[in-house]
């Protein structure tokens, strides 16, 4: 059985797959349910809305809004 950490890594590694395409607005359907939860508890996605999720990262404070801005015209 896998370790959460490389559960995580699994998951990390799709989102990079996905940043590599050039996608900066990430629709539910690119991602898996399983990775797309796992990324959204530990701070990685950010829900825009529903069904679209921008990279985020997990130090940042609530109300931090520089994500959105990076990816803004990307979305």
């Known amino acids: ?7 995580l890594a699994n998951s990390l590694e799709a989102l990079k797959a996905l940043q ?6 990430i629709r539910s359907a690119d991602l898996t349910r399983v990775h ?3 990324l959204l508890k530990h ?3 950010q829900e825009i ?3 679209w999720y921008i990279p985020a990262r997990p130090d940042d404070t609530a ?3 520089t994500a959105w801005y990076a990816s803004y015209w990307g979305f």
């Open 43 to 45: 701070g990685f996605l």
């Open 63 to 65: 109300g931090e809004s």
């Open 49 to 51: 809305m529903k069904g």
């Open 36 to 38: 797309r939860e796992r």
């Open 20 to 25: 590599g395409t050039g996608a900066q607005a």
């Open 1 to 7: 059985m896998a370790k959460p950490s490389e559960k």
